[in-house]
């Protein structure tokens, strides 16, 4: 229901071919334990909100009640930062995350690099 070209440069095929391309992909992915259908079953703002859901589940994010219509949403006034002065002394620095491939699911390894100015450690 939700299918259009309008709006995308790099999508060009019609309805039909997109259809065979979806069933194509979704049959390239079964029995990945990352692999979820997000299906038009409701309207586009219900499939937006399972979509989050799902990704929020997935790198293990509680919603809670969030998506629903009827939670209670919170707004907050946030006044201008004091100057940099009011701060602790502080040095920015950039860090890498390089995940390497693990012998099981549960295990994760990474290596961390951490430096400025060129100058770099590795964790």
């Known amino acids: 229901d939700f299918y259009s070209t309008e709006d995308h440069a790099c999508r060009s095929e019609g309805v ?8 194509k992909s979704a049959a390239a992915w079964v029995g990945h334990p990352y692999f979820d259908v997000i299906d038009n079953s409701t309207n586009f703002e219900a499939k937006m909100n399972r979509m989050i859901e799902s990704v ?27 100057p940099d002065s009011e701060f ?8 890498v995350h390089h995940y390497l ?13 951490r430096g400025q100015k060129n100058h770099w450690s590795y964790i």
């Not at 602790?88 to 950039?94: E, N, T, V």
């Not at 491939?101 to 690099?113: D, F, I, M, N, T």
Request: charged residues 30%; aromatic residues 8%; contains cysteine.
């Open 101 to 113: 491939q693990s012998a099981g699911p549960k295990v994760q390894a990474r290596l961390r690099k």
């Open 16 to 23: 039909d071919l997109a259809r065979e391309l979806d069933y």
């Open 88 to 95: 602790p002394p502080f040095q920015d620095f950039d860090v």
């Open 56 to 82: 929020c589940q997935k790198v293990g994010i509680d919603i809670g009640d969030r998506l629903q219509a009827t939670s209670r949403k919170l707004k907050y006034l946030v006044a201008d930062l004091p």
